[in-house]
């Protein structure tokens, strides 16, 4: 063998030997992360390569000659070539043109090169405060991104929600959210189980074009979160992050002080009324409510060697509720290891992500007793039966059991406390064909766990559970899902067409499993118990395409196949895909000497995506449910005389011809740059089309086993408009400015709505209130906005004060009924704005986030249930009410009243951080202290407690604490 190696050496002509081939890996400086897309050219000739995702290259070489190497965001380096075998090369970062890599779903692109609607907000701007759960990092940070922050219930989550939100009626509209390459089951509870503190890097797949390659979940958009990743050079470092946090409600529910509540019952009560009223003044709100203490700490420890990078996180979190008696305690912790092998052709990277929570969960229903309750009584009462707490009674000294619970008593005499368990994780292998370098193999390996068990009490003295003479009981979660993707990328740099292909290719299967059970025992011995399992998998099949010619002209294919269990199986296999285009204008001879553009790229993108989240795994199968003690039927005696019940089953409603939903999206976008990227931005229209509508409808009685069915309905549109601009204002060595800016415009409407025999409906009643039975304030149909509002609309006096009862003939017919309510307004946002800044001055520095909502509107429930004379005495007691009865002076509830329907506009300042940087604090540690408010002022011209209520309806609402806080981050 190595005599005919030899033989063929002799036979290379004599002007190849002075060429040699040479290999080699680029890394980022400070990192050591090998960078993927990075140009290495042969100095004055069109010969060149492009490094792999290892950053790896090979290039053949002459003796003399200079390499050039040049990659978007770094400082170009020139080598000259002298024999070397391999030729390593670190860049450095060049702030001036910094651009980042970034994950686009099986795969990473450089920005520049990204065709679709892609943002990227990494940990350098992520938003500061009190942070426990992660999506608040990016609030207000990205156009088209909404997040509502989480109540005040201490480990609650926020809503998220991508351009708008509304792209479903009844499936969810959140995004899919992938944590390290794991899709996350949305029946899972949010990211509270990640320390703000692992992670690296959020990214938005905003258009269906890039969000195609999620198929099947992707019409709510993609999040896709990257974690932190030990840095090379360091073998080790070690971080440590406190703060502690102590919050208290800025507003309260506007009622009845005990003066006025005293006023207006001697007014309009009877005897036996007005002898209810009490000799006290208790303000129920601020009894129930208290200061809040949030304490977190976090310790990481990291660093990577040539072949290896290792990061570990611990922390552990306190945070209380404002309503007392509501706490959580979360230990969390993760870990990411990266080991490269076989001359870094093989790379392993473990990761994991888990948290320990402990909830101790307050009765929320104390929130609306608070609002209601006589402030005239005290809490406490000597001679009560009931725990000693002051309740409505009868005549006869028995609870009263319609009537209103004493606030602080519900809190008191209820235990409901619970155990979770969370944790995501993957193992990704990555391997290099030795034969074929380009071409890599990766098969990520990951799971989603999740687990609760919890338990309740009540005692047999407490008022709300008197007749059971107490109640306890269990119950227990528990979600996991297996997930097997395996995919190939292909990229080759073809010099004499000065064309880049890259191609994706693989196969993803992924399972869940659900299950939820509680078990009940009473006082009076009796036992209720029950249990749901379900399954569902999906298995897909996907693609990608990315072409580049010669760095002007991008196209992106993205194509995916995905066959979900929770449909019939003639609809369950469906295709999903996008195309996109980017012109990088800025490279075209006629601007490439633009002293004013320092980038311009125009993109226009179309993608099909789909909609499985539905919330029923078998809701195409004919199905039976088992009841419980309450619905057992008496067939015969046992052998000892007593009565033999059996419990009984019942068919569920089905719709066997179930479907997707599926969304097509158009949009266009222009990317920029000026004066050398000080300023920098985008603007982007859209254009979304959802057909076949999941909703829950009204079907006739007889046609199928309930009188609701989940059945496909109908077709929406959204269309918007989104700007985005940043802008460094300030750059020298002492002082710094940057700020972003950016605004989103939305508009929806229901383009097609019809009824189980096809026929055209007038539409679907949605969004239950308090006040009577079966209730409802909003309506979804044809022509008007998702969750419209339907009401009367409100006629008033020449004082401008609403008339009770007194309401607009909108049809003409000369009769006030049901057909006179109309649709007006809606929750849905017409825009939303972010703006932050961030500033730095020496080792001081100063950032803030603002937000502002225009065009919502929110229905105030509470006023409109309780703001009336009836409410006052209602349920033969005396309860507060609304103050908007001093306003209106109404005698009964007019619940659907336009009045009630609010602007709900608002401008908030979520973030606002001072800190200070202590260089050399001993040796090369490094600590920045910092003070910061969250949460601290909101501008809205709404009545309720908060204008930022998700859905429109305000009832009940846990409030929002102003939070301030101090704390550090050491660097040792």
Do not use: C
Not at 496 to 512: L, W
Not at 902 to 926: E, H, M, P, V, W
Request: aromatic share 10%.
């Amino acid at each position: 063998m190595q005599k005919f190696i030899l033989f063929l050496a002799f036979l290379i002509p004599l002007g190849m030997l002075a060429q040699t081939n040479v290999t080699g890996v680029v890394t980022e400086k400070s990192t050591g992360t090998p960078l993927l897309g990075v140009n290495v050219i042969i100095k004055g000739t069109a010969t060149g390569a492009t490094t792999d995702f290892d950053g790896k290259y090979q290039l053949k070489v002459d003796n003399g000659q200079t390499m050039v190497f040049t990659y978007v965001g770094y400082k170009s380096q020139e080598i000259l070539y002298s024999g070397q075998a391999s030729v390593n090369v670190a860049l450095d970062e060049d702030a001036s043109t910094l651009d980042e890599v970034i994950v686009v779903g099986y795969g990473s692109a450089v920005k520049k090169d990204v065709t679709g609607s892609v943002e990227s907000v990494t940990s350098d701007d992520f938003n500061s405060g009190a942070i426990v759960s992660p999506e608040q990092l990016i609030s207000g940070k990205t156009a088209g991104v909404q997040v509502t922050p989480p109540s005040g219930a201490p480990g609650s989550g926020s809503a998220i929600k991508i351009r708008g939100g509304v792209s479903s009626l009844s499936a969810s509209s959140s995004p899919l959210i992938v944590v390290d390459g794991v899709p996350l089951d949305q029946g899972n509870s949010g990211l509270n189980y990640i320390n703000a503190n692992d992670i690296e890097s959020f990214t938005v797949l905003k258009d269906a074009s890039a969000a195609s390659i999620y198929g099947s979940r992707a019409t709510g958009g993609v999040i896709l979160i990257t974690t932190k990743t030990g840095k090379s050079g360091q073998p080790i470092n070690i971080n440590v992050n406190h703060y502690t946090s102590v919050g208290n409600n800025f507003n309260e529910v506007d009622v009845l002080s005990a003066t006025q509540f005293r006023d207006l019952v001697n007014a309009n009560g009877n005897v036996g009324q007005i002898s209810q009223l009490g000799n006290t003044a208790t303000d129920w709100q601020d009894e129930i409510y208290r200061g809040s203490l949030t304490a977190d700490t976090n310790v990481t420890v990291s660093g990577g060697f040539d072949n290896s990078n290792y990061r570990a996180s611990i922390g552990y979190v306190t945070q209380e509720g404002t309503l007392r008696n509501s706490k959580v305690g979360r230990w969390t912790g993760s870990v990411k290891f990266i080991q490269r092998l076989l001359d870094d052709d093989l790379k392993i990277e473990v990761n994991a992500l888990g948290a320990l929570i402990e909830d101790t969960f307050a009765n929320t229903g104390a929130i609306g007793a608070a609002v209601s309750f006589d402030p005239t009584q005290s809490i406490f009462d000597p001679t009560s039966p009931f725990g000693g707490y002051t309740e409505n009674v009868n005549n006869d000294g028995t609870i009263n059991t319609i009537a209103v619970r004493n606030p602080i008593g519900l809190l008191e005499q209820n235990s409901n406390v619970a155990d979770s368990k969370r944790s995501t994780g993957s193992l990704k292998i990555d391997y290099t064909l030795p034969f074929f370098r380009d071409i890599k193999l990766t098969a990520i390996g990951g799971y989603d766990y999740f687990e609760v068990e919890g338990n309740t009490s009540i005692p047999a003295e407490a008022a709300s559970n008197v007749n059971q003479q107490g109640v306890t009981s269990t119950y227990n979660t528990l979600n996991r899902s297996k997930l097997l993707d395996v995919y190939a990328n292909y990229k080759k740099n073809f010099e004499s067409i000065k064309t880049t292909v890259n191609v994706t290719a693989g196969h993803s299967f992924q399972r869940f499993y659900r299950s939820n059970g509680s078990s009940s025992t009473t006082g009076l011995g009796e036992t209720n118990s029950n249990r749901f399992i379900g399954e569902n998998s999906l298995e897909s099949y996907f693609g990608r395409l990315n072409l580049d010619y010669d760095g002007r002209y991008l196209l992106t294919l993205n194509i995916r196949n995905d066959a979900s269990s929770r449909l019939n199986p003639s609809d369950r296999s469906e295709y999903f895909g996008g195309a996109s285009f980017g012109w990088n204008i800025i490279d075209e001879g006629f601007m490439k000497d633009s002293k004013v553009f320092s980038q311009l790229k125009l993109r226009v993108g179309y993608g099909e995506t789909g909609q499985q989240e539905i919330g029923q795994d078998y809701a195409y199968l004919p199905r039976y449910t088992t009841g419980d003690g309450r619905v057992q039927y008496q067939f015969g005696y046992n052998t000892d005389g007593s009565p033999r019940f059996v419990t009984t089953i019942r068919p569920e409603e089905y719709d066997e011809n179930l479907k997707w939903e599926r969304s097509k999206t158009f949009n266009i976008g222009l990317d920029f740059g000026f004066f050398n990227d000080r300023l920098t931005g985008s603007v982007e229209v859209y254009e979304r089309k959802v057909e076949d509508l999941l909703n829950f409808i009204p079907v006739p009685a007889g046609t199928n086993l309930s009188n609701a069915l989940l059945t496909n309905v109908g077709n929406l549109e959204n269309q918007g408009l989104e700007v985005s601009l940043n802008a460094t204002i300030v750059e020298n060595e002492n002082f710094s400015w940057n700020t972003n800016f950016n605004i989103s415009f939305f508009e929806n409407e229901i383009t097609k709505l019809f009824l189980t025999d096809n026929t055209d409906s007038p539409g679907v009643l949605t969004g239950g209130i308090s006040g009577g039975v079966g209730n409802t304030i909003q309506i979804n149909s044809v022509g008007d906005e998702v969750n419209s509002f339907y009401v009367f609309k409100q006629i008033y006096d020449a004082q401008g004060a609403p008339i009770e009862g007194a309401y607009a003939d909108i049809n003409g017919d000369n009769v006030v009924d049901q057909d006179d309510r109309y649709r007006y307004k809606s929750p849905n946002a017409d825009a939303v704005i972010g703006f932050s800044s961030n500033m730095q001055y020496g080792n001081f520095d100063f950032s803030f986030t603002m937000r502002a909502s225009i065009g919502n509107f929110a229905y105030n429930n509470v006023a409109s249930n309780t703001g009336n004379v009836a409410a006052l005495f209602g349920a033969n007691s005396i309860n507060n009410v609304n103050s908007s009865i001093l306003d209106t002076g109404f005698q009964n509830p007019q619940l659907f009243s336009d009045y009630y329907v609010q602007d709900a506009s608002f401008l908030k300042l979520d973030n606002l951080t001072f800190g200070y940087t202590i260089d050399n604090l001993f040796k090369d540690a490094r600590m920045r202290v910092y003070v910061a408010g969250q949460n601290l002022f909101t501008i809205t011209d709404y009545d309720g407690l908060d204008p930022e209520i998700s859905g429109g309806i305000d009832n009940n609402f846990y409030p929002r604490s102003r939070n301030i806080l101090m704390g550090f981050n050491l660097n040792l």
